[in-house]
């Protein structure tokens, strides 16, 4: 076989064979083939696109290209949930141990990753509370979950390392924003990680990868069949990225922003689909009827139950519990400003991948691989979308270190937001779900 004729078939538009998908993995992972023309591939295949029978089988193939891991000796039901990506989503930090807490026996045993691009990741907000380290032994990982229920720690390298090189030549040859290829690049990872079933938040919207609902539904449904292919109940919910979640966007502020909801004092549309999100993950476990999985996860706010297992989860991982019961241990960044309303009217939109750039620029996020992360950096919202807000009113405030940055975050913040006379269409904050309860 050979790798120029695998490109040229893609080329002129055929279907590639599981020999040939395997043969490219390999390739990739062994360091085989050169970058050249995996990078080639990469781009036949933006261009001419993948049928669903062989995404199905690129992702399997990377899923084998390295280790995959034994979950068995978790009791009970193993699910993991995954977002494709947005601004303000700390979903996981509130749902997993929501789960956790409902005591039905299902487990969430997950790997999460850094921020990527404009958007945010688990993991930085997870070690924005200090002495936590997601870095774990597997055994460590498995025995925190038998104890608590709950583990979040950093995606292993061993996983899928086919698609930490493919993902690498994307992100450098604009073939990032390919459906087949952000499909396989999920699941693939999912699949090496060894839960029984998946909840997906597939983002849609101005902040997320994906921008419009045709896109997210053909991606939902492709990573729905994938992981019901290889026998795992997938369900994935489309959902809103047209404005960042919740009313918080940067490390510290998330987790103080996750604290509230599992007080009962969050930001109703974030309640809303971390209750939804967390009842699927029950329900794909087969742990009860829909309408129990919402009962039960909304209960886990009200006992305090859900907030607790957060605090266990926290110092299982070396981290100072007492931040999750004491906010103010957070301490204020050096550097705050306002950000006012320079006329009266309606919030028209607020464009989330440039606050999420915005909030990167406050020093939330990483311009470089290396660099460090201002964990108090970040933005609040004061008002959100279709809110009516007078002239000089507070619109966010900003934190960060230095005046330079507040100026250029402040400026970015400043474009990302559109005021108007008339109040904008109201959006769906959940627009489908797939695979599981309609
Ligand atoms: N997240 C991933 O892991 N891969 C993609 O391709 C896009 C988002």
Do not use: W
């Not at 749902?95 to 958007?119: E, F, N, Q, R």
């Not at 320079?342 to 311009?367: D, F, M, P, W």
């Amino acid at each position: 076989m050979r790798m120029y004729d695998i490109i040229q078939k893609k080329q002129n538009g055929f279907s590639l064979n599981e020999d040939e998908l395997c043969y490219f993995v390999r390739g990739v992972t062994d360091g085989t083939i050169p970058d050249y023309q995996s990078a080639a591939l990469l781009m036949a295949i933006f261009f001419r696109g993948m049928t669903a029978e062989e995404t199905v089988t690129l992702t399997e193939c990377m899923a084998d290209s390295g280790e995959r891991a034994d979950l068995t000796s978790i009791k009970g039901k193993k699910v993991d949930k995954h977002s494709t990506g947005g601004v303000g989503d700390k979903t996981s930090l509130i749902i997993a141990p929501m789960v956790a807490a409902c005591d039905m026996g299902v487990y969430v045993a997950k790997m999460s990753g850094c921020g990527l691009g404009h958007t945010g990741g688990t993991i930085d907000k997870l070690e924005s509370i200090p002495g936590v380290n997601t870095v774990r032994q597997r055994d460590e990982f498995i025995r925190i979950v038998n104890e608590i229920g709950v583990c979040i720690i950093g995606q292993s390298n061993s996983f899928a390392p086919a698609d930490k090189r493919l993902y690498a030549l994307r992100d450098v040859t604009a073939t990032v924003n390919c459906i087949p290829l952000i499909a396989s690049s999920i699941m693939s990872k999912k699949l090496a990680a060894g839960s029984d079933c998946f909840v997906l938040d597939v983002k849609c919207g101005s902040g997320a990868f994906v921008k419009t609902l045709k896109e997210a539904t053909e991606l939902a449904e492709l990573m729905v069949k994938i992981g019901t292919g290889a026998g795992k109940k997938t369900i994935a919910l489309i959902t809103n990225m047209d404005v960042p979640l919740g009313r918080n966007v940067g490390n510290s502020l998330e987790i103080i922003e996750a604290v509230s909801v599992l007080d009962g004092k969050g930001d109703k549309d974030l309640t809303d689909i971390c209750i939804t999100l967390a009842a699927n993950m029950l329900y794909a476990a087969n742990a009860a009827d829909y309408e129990e999985c919402v009962q039960a996860v909304t209960e886990t706010i009200y006992n305090g139950k859900a907030k607790k297992k957060l605090a266990e989860m926290v110092s299982s991982l070396g981290g100072k519990s007492e931040y999750i019961y004491n906010l103010s241990l957070f301490g204020e960044s050096k550097v705050t400003a306002l950000l006012a309303a320079e006329k009266s009217g309606y919030i028209y939109e607020i464009n989330t991948e440039q606050v999420g750039i915005a909030a990167a620029v406050l020093g939330a996020g990483r311009s470089t691989k290396e660099s460090k992360i201002d964990y108090k950096a970040g933005i609040t919202f004061h008002h959100t979308v279709g809110d009516y807000i007078n002239e000089g009113e507070a619109l966010a405030s900003i934190y960060t270190s230095s005046i330079g940055k507040a100026q250029n975050g402040m400026e970015l913040l400043f474009q990302a937001v559109k005021i108007n006379d008339t109040p904008p269409k109201p959006k769906k904050l959940i627009y489908k779900t797939i695979g599981g309860r309609q």
